[in-house]
Structures are given as structure tokens and as C-alpha cells.
Nanobody
């Protein structure tokens, strides 16, 4: 079964860090562009990060630049989103999506994860 599974979310205080994981099974993640999305309470889902296919091109939405870093570890078939200096506005459900041979311009994804929740604040 081909799927993406996110993990690593939790309740944290402002200024702390988290590393979210997106682990693939049944597909070789190296061939896929990986996009991270955030669904904040009461807001539309927004793309926060993308990691291109084997070229490893990265891009981020302006509000997270300098704090978010996306990466992948092919040996683990996993993509990561490192989030530093968390802010209350980072609260939301984070989802990863994958597009075969895609790029940061991709919008029709082949796979979606179920999401992992991040809550920033007391």
C-alpha cells in the first residue's frame, strides 16, 4: 500500500523547535517533489514549503522563511520539515503531499498524508 505518514507534531512553547517527518511506504520518495501544507484553525490550507525532486530545489512561503527547512533522507524514505522559533501563528495541522517527478510548481499531488498537529502556546 502506497502512503505517506506524518509524525512529530505536538504541543510546544513559542520559541521552541520541532521536526516533522513524512515517511513514505510503497513508493520511492526520492523521485517525488514533497510539499508541506499547513491548515490553521478557521483558515484555508496554505503551502509552506516545497522540496523538488532529485534536484533538491527548495522554496518557502514568506512567513516561514528563515525558520522552516525542508529536507529528505533517501535511506529512510522520509522527508522532514524542521521548524525553529515556533510562533503561535504556526499552530495547525501540517500535511505532506508528494508528486511524482514534480516540482515546486506542482499542484495535482499523487499522495497526501493524514497530517500531524502542531500547537504553539500554553
Amino acid at each position: 500500500q502506497q502512503q505517506l505518514v506524518e509524525s512529530g507534531g505536538g504541543l510546544v512553547q513559542p520559541g521552541e523547535s520541532l521536526r516533522l517527518s513524512c515517511t513514505a511506504s510503497g513508493l520511492i520518495l526520492d523521485y517525488y517533489a514533497i510539499h508541506w501544507f499547513r491548515q490553521a484553525p478557521g483558515k484555508e490550507r496554505e503551502g509552506v514549503s516545497c522540496l523538488g525532486g532529485r534536484r533538491s530545489y527548495r522554496d518557502y512561503t514568506d512567513s516561514v522563511k528563515g525558520r522552516f527547512t525542508s529536507s529528505r533522507r533517501n535511506a529512510e524514505n522520509t522527508a522532514y520539515l524542521q521548524i525553529n522559533n515556533l510562533k503561535t501563528e504556526d499552530t495547525g495541522v501540517y500535511l505532506c503531499a508528494a508528486k511524482y517527478l514534480g516540482s515546486c510548481a506542482s499542484s495535482d499531488f499523487d499522495y497526501w498524508g493524514q497530517g500531524t498537529r502542531v500547537i504553539v502556546g500554553s
